[in-house]
């Protein structure tokens, strides 16, 4: 089953044991903790790649389209899906003999993605081929590309909310080896929405810290448009286009987790 599935993703794992990890998602095991960790990561992983691939395929709009085109094709049943399309679910069911919830795909998607990830050295380019061939069947129906003008900053702040996710779960993941995934996502829910971003801006940007983020009228606007648009996090998107690395972000999530892991 391995050997099939990293055929399947396109990536071979250098240490066979986060694989055997990831795949234990389903069991009501020791390791499953382990694989639930990898899935907290391997979500924020796929979320940026999913946002990078439909801006630089085309996608426009304000932002309320952009999330909700990146909800059509980063939602549990579109993963559960697609991960039953790809035949990962087939080598799955073989090895263990048993069926598994088409609901548990996307856990078991994310799982794996999370763990190469971490086995890759955290290092997004390695496994960027997988997750654009799993998402983009859809994604191509929806966007065009790819495109050469400049992104907005409305677009930028949409990529760098999602760079700066990827940051703060990866330094949870990897400075707290014993938290569970349920621990991991209240103390990410707790930083993500810390004060010191906008502080982080307001001292780089002072009153001007803060962009214009339209929302349809009439409609209260989602938890997101206050990363969105603080310009600190559109200077991590901006870094990112420009090396493919998240390192700067990574600076930044330290410094903004150092308080709740010391």
Known sequence: MYEEIQDIMGYSFQDQRFLAEATAIGFQTPVRKKAERHEFLGDAVIELIARHGLLHYGLRGPLHRLLCVRNDITGNDFFDRRCAELGILEQYKTQFVRDIDPKEGADLLEALIGAAYVDS???IIAITTFIMKAIFPIGGRIVHG??????????????GSSITRLAVRETLYRKSP???????????????????????AQKKYGDDWRIEVPWPEGT??????????NRFVIDLARDYLETRSIE????????IT????N
């Open 121 to 123: 050295g955290y290092n």
């Open 178 to 200: 014993d938290a569970s995934a349920r621990d991991m996502h209240f103390a990410h829910a707790h930083v993500i929405d810390a004060a010191c971003l906008t502080s982080l």
């Open 220 to 229: 209260k606007p989602c938890d997101e448009v206050d990363l969105v648009a």
């Open 258 to 261: 150092h308080d709740l892991l």
């Open 248 to 255: 700067k972000s990574r600076a930044v999530a330290k410094a």
């Open 146 to 159: 790819p495109r050469r003008d400049p992104y907005s900053e409305v677009e930028l702040g949409y990529l």
